[in-house]
């Protein structure tokens, strides 16, 4: 099981950090550290879109070309969670956030397991 929280109601420019708890070896009986995760985003009448990702080794993390310098990824392998930071925010990164577990693919993630999300509000 994959737990977001973190999310809420911010004026723009300020802060939030998100937080994606796993459970045990929720993810195909694998332990959070074997995972590679990531955080999309799908804001009303929009495609859920990719924001970044967490490789399972080597601490590799990257996020989009929307969000780069404002967010960065996070993981704590001994929590089993996995962090979003999110600074600078803007009234476009209104969404609900979803985190996730999968497969590394070239640009994105190939999920194979999804939070239920959290709801992100940016007032302008």
């Known amino acids: 099981q994959l737990v977001e929280s973190g999310g809420g109601l911010v004026q723009a420019g300020e802060s939030l950090r998100l937080s994606c708890a796993v459970s045990g070896r929720a993810v195909s009986g694998r332990p959070f550290s074997d995972i590679a995760m990531g955080w999309f985003r799908q804001a009303p009448g929009k495609d859920r879109e990719f924001v970044g990702r967490?490789?399972?080794?080597?601490?590799?993390?990257n996020v989009a070309a929307s969000v780069k310098g404002r967010f960065t990824i996070a993981r704590d392998n001994a929590k089993s969670t996995m962090y979003l930071q999110m600074d600078s925010l803007k009234p476009e990164d209104s969404g609900i956030y979803y985190c996730?577990?999968?497969?590394?693919?070239?640009?994105?993630?190939?999920?194979?397991?999804w939070g239920q999300g959290t709801q992100v509000t940016v007032s302008s």
């Open positions: 996730a577990a999968g497969i590394f693919t070239a640009q994105s993630l190939k999920v194979d397991h």
């Open positions: 967490s490789a399972a080794t080597n601490g590799y993390t």
